[in-house]
């Protein structure tokens, strides 16, 4: 198995700048769920799907965030307009019920 | 408070030592709990379950205390490649309308030679 996939690894925009980041969740996994990492808040979640479906989405910060999930093999996170603030590591993960969390290896984002 | 607090370190242990962290609750209703480990520049990945009888895999040995609303984790005979950051990992109620974990703020831990 490839494990989740994210994409891109890395990413430095401008301020101001639309961010889509984009991940591939295990195939059969039915949650799917977006973090976010910094030094100064840990990880923490921002939204997460359940069969497609957005479940709790009270992590995401403000308007400038927002995610999709399109079919069972896909979601996005979209930052519009991307601010310095935005910058952190942005892990994607997925699961079945009952079992483990797996995460992708993140796309570390800067916002300069 | 927070949902789940951990002490951030960093532990600094010589090759050998045995370390233990601790991670506290807030939610008494909190059903699962689990340790994963996070190495520098990498993705979180699941180290252990933590089971109510406590359970151990190797030099790793897990620990919950319902009571006090604490797990626990102790490796002995640290190795240098133990080093990392240990993330306590608490599973929301299943009462509640969404099934969610949450994640500590993690501990760091070196191990020198």
């Known amino acids: 198995d490839a494990g989740v996939i994210q994409s891109p690894r890395h990413e430095v925009t401008e301020m101001g700048q639309e961010v889509t980041l984009r991940c591939k969740p295990i195939?059969?996994?039915?949650?799917l769920f977006w973090y976010r990492q910094t030094m100064m808040r840990g990880l923490e979640l921002l939204i997460y799907?359940?069969?497609?479906?957005?479940?709790?989405d009270s992590g995401m910060p403000e308007d400038r965030f927002s995610a999709k999930m399109p079919n069972a093999s896909f979601s996005t996170l979209k930052i519009q307009p991307s601010e310095p603030r935005d910058s952190a590591v942005y892990f994607c993960?997925?699961?079945?019920?009952?079992?483990?969390?797996?995460f992708g290896p993140g796309t570390r984002l800067t916002v300069t | 408070r927070k949902e789940v607090e951990q002490d951030p370190g960093p532990f600094n242990v010589p090759e050998g030592a045995t370390v233990a962290f601790n991670c506290t609750y807030s939610?008494?209703?909190?059903?699962?709990f689990f340790w994963y480990r996070q190495d520098c520049r990498k993705e979180p990945k699941l180290l252990m379950s933590?089971?109510?009888s406590g359970n151990e895999d190797g030099r790793f040995t897990a620990q919950l205390n319902r009571a006090s609303q604490y797990i626990s984790l102790l490796i002995r005979d640290s190795k240098l490649s133990d080093s990392a950051t240990y993330l306590c990992?608490?599973?929301?109620?299943?009462?509640?309308?969404?099934?969610?974990?949450?994640f500590g703020p993690g501990t760091s831990l070196s191990v020198i030679p």
């Open positions: 933590v089971y109510s």
């Open positions: 990992v608490v599973k929301a109620p299943r009462k509640t309308s969404y099934d969610k974990v949450i």
């Open positions: 195939s059969g996994h039915d949650y």
């Open positions: 939610n008494s209703a909190s059903q699962s």
């Open positions: 799907f359940n069969n497609n479906v957005p479940i709790d």
């Open positions: 993960a997925s699961r079945s019920q009952g079992h483990e969390q797996y």
